[in-house]
């Protein structure tokens, strides 16, 4: 019942929100408050009672809904969703506390659009039935689109209906291959069902089907994260968004998309995502250099963040796509790490436009002598951002670099060009509008911090600083559960490459152990080492598979 | 010589109809008393008479019942559509009510005509043979010809009247055509008995060329491309109310008795009419979705809607099977809830004095009457396919079945036409909610029976979309006879 708790809470408040008289908006501000904190706090005992030493779904909840097509009402989390949950229910008090001042009518509307969506994104990340993810990710479109096309920016009813038309298409593809899976299973097992756990334990034969069914359920989740080229709606959307807006569409939206890359193309398809593991990757180091490159020469502050959204999902689907426990636990991390920094740096961007009206670059400067408060939160975050050591971003970049180092030493080489990059836009912006002398007038009145704005960055700074001192106490809830994912899709991938080829030579299978907790001196010590697993000429990408998940790691502290 | 022997008359199969039409009756003869004023008490009286056939018809659930020699077959097929269709004329009957008299359009025979349609739309889908199924089909379509032309004043209703009933009774003749042909080359117009005399000849070339004729018939009907050229000017034309039952009861009656005559009389040549469904759902779904894009007025988009709909049923029609029509009965029944709903709106909403027919109109609808913005949105993103509503849950199993048959590719097509269709239908949604008015803004016309009628509407999406198990069941319990 926790796991329902916490999905349908948003959902009820919003009910008892519609039935308020529409008078006072501080109603609504308040309401939307207490809802989505008492959320926040159903969600905070997941993530105190998750057992991190199993792999398996925890608070589990399974009710028959349709049983005559095989659909039931199947929630649960593993390592993976329980921080994304997390940081969904973290954000949307945050969010809505953003909006105080900045959305000025229809209160009423906009908060209950704000906690349907909630209920939406929640459920996306719990549901284990793939029906039921797919109500919840259709039904969220729909906020989303409300948020953006009546609070958003001048040309935002363009960029609400782009928005949506994008992700459609995309997901009406995945709605064919989830039927076509369906279909597949249930005329090969005798049993029909949408059940998650039991399509991911059936071995989908590899050819030409699954990688079909791969391409379109990769297709919605790529135009989600965004991955280049599918990225176009994005800068649109963020920018016309409002604040509150952008911080969820940042911080949540574009998970979703990772999140399906890791909990259904991976297990589901693993021959198909070896397959085109190599394209995947591929876009995902092209958007990781073009979204630096052209954040760098954006005018408008908002802008710049939105495309820096693009490179920094780059790496994580680098990550995932590295197929190595240090890249998808770097890529479950980062998908955290990006939801706190690049939210907060709308919410920072948003700050100051309500004050000043305007977001260009160029209209500012030199604010630490006017408003240093604000200026040194910018600079802490933009930090964070740009992957300086000690802060949150650094964790997730570090280990999704040493994954790829593994694999592939130019993909490495490249991808980490964009770290510098990010260095580059980041510094260049805080530079031209933090330091320096004052250059506008009117920005000479500009006032601090209030206290509502402080207590709304406080918690996000607190976490930024927190997961990069601490990492582990993310990492170490997620680790059991990759360790698991790897294995399965690599006994998958063997599994299938027995159906089809000569048998494996080796025992397919050997337990991950010694990841867990030295994963982080592993990973060190082979970096420090300079000798990276070679696994060159590898014919099948399952036997490369196997070489890397299974690199003994040795037990050597760091210097 | 041997004695005549009266048939045994067995009314009970025909209850429900009757009720419907005995309601007809006494709203003539109501109508005839003197009292000047009170045209609701024949709202009422009518309204009666689908409750008491739609509670005639639950009644009757699983009794399957034949009479006059199996030309009347009232199995659960017929009884799921025939729910259907009270739903539609009931819904339709609410909105109405206040409608006609703001209209100026309101009289006896309004009710009477929107009875004896209905009558004829049941016996459609019990029609268990040709000719009853001919007659029931012009008892049907000649009251609409009427209904349609019911604002005498204005133009374009008597326009779409006349359109509807030159091509009306050109697709009528068709159907005749095919009928004679197909007696022709089978001796017979009962459906069981057509299947079972071509059985293994079903290439007869008589018999190809009859029930070809017959299905242009129903492609009529049904409004699929390319026979659907009159449904634009119609649905436009027509008073809203009745565009509603046109485009709601008359378009589930047409499909149920397709659905018979495909699977009972030509379940012999279901291979022949399968690729020949497959090439008209992809042209209806595609033309209707792409045409909608440029309609500026609501009721016309909503009607090459439609027609998109109509395509995506006859997606599964191709699936055939007990899943496949089970599907096309449950998306049956989702549409009619969403479109009855989406024309209610437009029957409550007035500016400067008139209908409020253009897209345009509805800007700043969320703002002076939200409760209806919302109503009208919830029910254009059931058209959509949104999760949780109705229309979801009617697509899924529809393209679920298809995908399971086997017609991956139909099934891309249809989605994709699928989420090009939510960029005219959010172009509503974004007059209603992000657009202020220009000139005059819209108004709410009151209606007490209208704004029931939604929130009939409303929970049947709703309900249908949360909680859609049991209605699927019985809509495949219903074709499951038919299939077996």
Not at chain 1, 276 to 303: E, N
Not at chain 1, 506 to 530: E, F, H, I, K
Not at chain 2, 5 to 23: I, K, Q, R, S, W
Request: charged share 10%.
């Amino acid at each position: 019942m926790r796991l329902t708790a916490v999905t349908f809470l948003p959902a009820l408040g919003a009910l008892v929100l519609l039935l308020v008289p529409r008078r006072a908006a501080s109603v609504f501000k308040l309401g939307g408050l207490v809802v989505t904190l008492v959320t926040l706090l159903a969600a905070v005992p997941l993530y105190v009672g998750f057992d991190d030493r199993v792999a398996d779904v925890q608070f589990e909840e399974v009710r028959p809904w349709m049983p005559g097509v095989g659909i039931s009402y199947h929630l649960g989390v593993d390592g993976i969703s329980l921080l994304l949950v997390l940081l969904t229910t973290f954000l949307m008090p945050v969010a809505l506390a953003s909006a105080w001042h900045a959305i000025e009518d229809r209160w009423k509307e906009f908060v209950v659009t704000m906690l349907i969506l909630e209920t939406g994104m929640v459920g996306v990340f719990v549901s284990l039935d793939l029906f039921l993810f797919y109500v919840f990710w259709e039904a969220m479109l729909i906020p989303m689109y409300f948020i953006i096309g009546v609070w958003g920016g001048t040309k935002r009813v363009y960029a609400a209906i782009k928005f949506v038309l994008y992700t459609m298409v995309g997901s009406v593809l995945m709605l064919v291959a989830i039927l076509a899976l369906y279909a597949q299973h249930g005329a090969a097992t005798g049993t029909y069902t949408f059940d998650l756990p039991v399509l991911t334990r059936w071995v989908l034969p590899p050819g030409l089907a699954q990688e079909l069914m791969f391409l379109a359920f990769a297709l919605a989740f790529a135009i989600k994260v965004p991955l280049f080229p599918f990225h176009t709606w994005l800068p649109d959307a963020h920018v016309e968004a409002p604040t509150a807006g952008s911080v969820i569409l940042a911080g949540v939206l574009l998970k979703m998309g990772t999140y399906g890359f890791l909990r259904f193309c991976l297990p589901l398809f693993p021959d198909a995502s070896l397959v085109f593991g190599p394209l995947v990757v591929a876009l995902a180091v092209i958007g990781i250099v073009y979204g630096a490159w052209v954040s760098t020469v954006q005018p408008d502050m908002k802008k710049l963040v939105a495309y820096s959204s693009v490179s920094h999902l780059g790496f994580v689907i680098l990550g995932i796509f590295t197929l190595t426990p240090q890249g998808l636990v770097g890529g479950v991390l980062q998908m955290v790490n990006h939801g706190l920094s690049t939210g907060a740096l709308f919410l920072l961007v948003g700050m100051v436009y309500e004050r000043r009206h305007t977001r260009l670059i160029a209209d500012f400067g030199g604010l630490w002598s006017v408003a240093p408060a604000f200026s040194s939160l910018f600079l802490v975050v933009a930090l964070s951002s740009l992957g300086l050591p000690g802060l949150n971003g650094f964790v997730g970049e570090f280990l999704i670099l040493v994954g790829a180092f593994q694999t592939n030493p130019w993909v490495a080489a490249l991808a980490t060009s964009g770290v510098i990059f990010a260095a580059v836009y980041l510094l260049w912006l805080c530079q031209r509008v933090i330091f320096g002398a004052v250059t506008h007038e009117a920005n000479r009145g500009l006032r601090d911090l209030s206290p509502r704005e402080w207590t709304l960055l406080v918690p996000v700074v607190v976490l930024i600083v927190w997961i990069g001192v601490y990492p582990s106490a993310l990492t170490g809830k997620t680790e059991a559960t990759i360790e698991a994912l790897l294995a399965q899709v690599q006994s998958k991938a063997n599994a299938q490459r027995v159906s089809v080829g000569p048998p494996p030579v080796a025992p397919a299978v050997r337990p991950l152990n010694g990841m867990r907790d030295d994963m982080w001196t592993a990973a060190g010590s082979r970096l420090v080492s300079g000798h990276p697993p070679t696994h060159s000429g590898s014919p099948r990408a399952s036997d490369a598979l196997r070489l890397r998940t299974t690199t003994p790691a040795p037990r050597t502290p760091l210097p | 010589m041997t004695d005549l022997v009266m048939p045994p008359v067995l009314l009970g199969p025909l209850l429900p109809t009757l009720l419907v039409l005995g309601a007809g009756a006494l709203v003539l003869l109501l109508d005839l008393s003197p009292r000047p004023q009170g045209k609701e008490v024949l709202g009422a009286v009518a309204l009666a008479g689908i409750v008491g056939a739609l509670l005639a018809t639950l009644a009757r659930w699983g009794k399957s019942g034949r009479a006059f020699h199996d030309m009347v077959v009232l199995d659960n097929f017929a009884l799921f559509v025939n729910v259907v269709i009270c739903y539609a004329a009931a819904l339709s009957l609410l909105l109405s009510v206040d409608y006609v008299r703001r209209s100026r359009a309101e009289s006896g025979e309004y009710y009477a005509l929107v009875l004896f349609t209905t009558a004829g739309m049941m016996l459609l889908a019990a029609a268990g043979d040709l000719v009853v199924l001919f007659l029931a089909l012009e008892l049907m379509s000649l009251s609409l010809y009427v209904l349609a032309g019911l604002f005498t004043q204005a133009l374009a209703s008597s326009e779409a009247s006349m359109k509807y009933f030159i091509l009306g009774a050109f697709a009528s003749s068709f159907m005749l055509y095919g009928i004679a042909l197909t007696y022709g080359a089978t001796g017979t117009t009962n459906l069981d008995r057509i299947a079972a005399a071509v059985a293994g000849r079903s290439h007869d070339p008589l018999f190809v060329i009859g029930m070809g004729l017959l299905l242009v018939g129903f492609g009529f009907k049904t409004s699929s491309v390319p026979f659907h050229m009159w449904v634009p000017d119609v649905y436009q034309g027509a008073p809203t109310c009745v565009t509603a039952l046109i485009a709601t009861g008359s378009k589930a009656a047409a499909f149920g008795a397709l659905i018979r005559v495909l699977t009972v009389a030509l379940r012999g040549a279901q291979p022949d009419w399968t690729a020949l469904l497959w090439i008209v759902a992809v042209l209806t779904m595609t033309v209707g979705n792409v045409a909608a894009i440029a309609q500026s007025n609501l009721k016309r988009m909503l009607a090459y809607s439609s027609i998109a709909h109509a395509g995506y049923m006859l997606v599964g029609l191709v699936a055939g099977g007990m899943s496949g029509g089970g599907s096309v009965l449950f998306y049956l029944l989702t549409y009619t809830f969403t479109t009855a709903g989406a024309f209610g709106v437009v029957t409550l909403c007035e500016r400067a004095r008139a209908e409020a027919v253009e897209v345009g109109d509805y800007a700043g609808l969320a703002e002076r009457h939200p409760v209806l913005a919302a109503a009208l949105a919830l029910f254009l993103l059931s058209l959509i396919g949104v999760p949780p509503l109705a229309g979801f849950v009617g697509k899924f199993y529809v393209f679920g079945a298809a995908v399971r048959a086997g017609y991956l590719w139909l099934t891309v097509v249809a989605v994709l036409n699928s989420a090009l269709a939510a960029y005219y239908y959010l172009r509503v949604v974004v007059y209603m909610y992000m657009r202020q008015p220009e000139g005059a803004p819209v108004t709410y016309a009151p209606s007490l029976a209208g704004a029931l009628a939604l929130v009939v509407a409303l929970v049947g999406i709703v309900a249908l979309g949360v909680v859609p198990a049991p209605f699927v069941d019985l809509a495949q319990a219903a074709v499951a006879p038919l299939v077996r």
